[in-house]
């Protein structure tokens, strides 16, 4: 094929499509309960699923928050946009207000919960001791360490009112449902936004231990209340015993779906692993190799070979550019490749929102090296100083999508031509 961008651009496209809730949760939604139901949720996609959720049952009572320029129409539910991926005081009032909304229910009542990736940022509910800047220089830090999102999101736990089971236990006695779509590698829902329906047996001290061993600074009143008793809940306490977990949409989906669509296109697709993690441009060294090896092997005629990967790559900030993890790995995958022909990529948050930027990635190609050494740029000093999204943009290589309303994680496709 001439270019092979488009096709990139399609199998990308497609991923997200098959993760649209519209799409997705229908088939997990049970016939409406009798008696009360509340609906409550978080995420980049919380809102899209509130309005998959009134399509089937009907008008709703309840409140979901989201992301900025992420909300949805609905006809009874509550849509609140707040900030992420550092909290701000939209997203603490609204967690105020669903705890309220929580409060008093009976055994008799019913909650739906709508959780997706991002909710761990979105439901900000500091622990005791703890203020809303607090929370903010905690998540800046965590998310500029290249810690792994299970290391953030154990320390977020243990540092708040809601997540960790919390929110699932403030509506005890109720019946709960809580239907989830999975941004973490391994699709753990004790991970999904930091479980705020989710029981977790890990303690204080193991979230002062990867604060440590991260190199995260934190405020002294973060240090206090880790030496305290958590709120986290156990998975065994009693007000976990009415709760259900079922994940709607995951990210092995999607990339099944973009390989059917790679595959009829002619392609032969080997997957690398959908649940991927690690530094950005560590992983693309390794795919860059992979990649020509592969290359090496085919012989003219062959099919050309897609290496498809997801999961949630880190980036550890080292310099003051704009970027992200996605637009990052394009960047080291196009510094490791050296132009070598035949091989495109794409690298895609499915969010449509890679690192702090609305941008979901980037796309490389052979040219891309020539292309901005062409207009001055220096690639190697553009992955230092973390600029991605700023090199990318210079040479009109951006995938910008805007808002996507789902979430499931990063999606990375390589096209090999003999």
């Not at 996605?326 to 495109?344: P, Q, S, Y």
Request: some cysteine; charged content about 20%.
């Amino acid at each position: 094929m001439d270019d092979p961008a488009p096709l990139l651009r399609a199998l990308f496209d497609r991923a997200v499509e098959v993760a649209d809730p519209m799409r997705s949760l229908a088939r997990h939604l049970p016939a409406r309960p009798q008696g009360r139901v509340l609906v409550i949720g978080a995420g980049k996609a919380s809102a899209r699923m509130a309005e998959a959720v009134e399509s089937v049952w009907g008008r709703c009572e309840g409140l979901v928050l989201t992301r900025y320029g992420y909300g949805r129409p609905c006809r009874g539910i509550t849509i609140v946009e707040a900030a992420h991926p550092v909290p701000d005081a939209a997203g603490l009032a609204a967690t105020d207000r669903m705890l309220a909304l929580l409060h008093g229910l009976t055994p008799d009542d019913f909650v739906l919960a709508l959780i997706s990736g991002g909710a761990s940022a979105l439901l900000c509910a500091p622990a005791a001791g703890l203020t809303l800047a607090d929370k903010q220089a905690v998540n800046a830090a965590l998310l500029a360490s290249g810690a792994p999102i299970s290391a953030m999101n154990t320390v977020r736990k243990h540092l708040s009112r809601v997540k960790g089971g919390q929110l699932a236990a403030a509506a005890f006695p109720a019946r709960m449902l809580a239907l989830m779509i999975s941004d973490v590698p391994g699709d753990d829902p004790a991970f999904i936004g930091s479980g705020p329906t989710v029981g977790d047996a890990t303690t204080p001290a193991e979230a002062s231990a990867l604060l440590a061993r991260w190199q995260v600074p934190v405020p002294a009143a973060v240090a206090a209340v880790l030496s305290r008793p958590t709120g986290v809940v156990r998975p065994d306490d009693p007000r976990l015993s009415r709760v259900e977990n079922i994940i709607c949409a995951a990210p092995s989906q999607s990339l099944a779906a973009a390989a059917d669509m790679a595959r009829s296109a002619g392609c032969e697709v080997r997957f690398l692993g959908d649940a991927l993690e690690g530094e950005a441009r560590e992983v693309a060294a390794a795919q860059a190799a992979q990649a020509l090896q592969v290359q090496a092997s085919l012989r003219p005629g062959d099919r050309p070979v897609l290496l498809l990967s997801g999961g949630e790559l880190t980036v550890t900030r080292r310099g003051t550019g704009i970027g992200g993890p996605n637009a990052e790995f394009c960047l080291a995958l196009a510094l490791a490749l050296n132009g070598a022909g035949g091989i495109h990529a794409l690298a895609c948050d499915t969010d449509g929102v890679d690192g702090a930027a609305e941008v979901a990635g980037a796309l490389i190609g052979p040219d891309t090296l020539s292309r901005a050494r062409a207009t001055g740029l220096d690639p190697a000093a553009a992955l230092a100083a973390n600029d991605a999204h700023s090199f990318f943009a210079a040479i009109d290589r951006q995938v910008v999508t805007g808002p996507t309303l789902t979430n499931v994680n990063d999606f990375r496709a390589i096209l090999i031509q003999p």
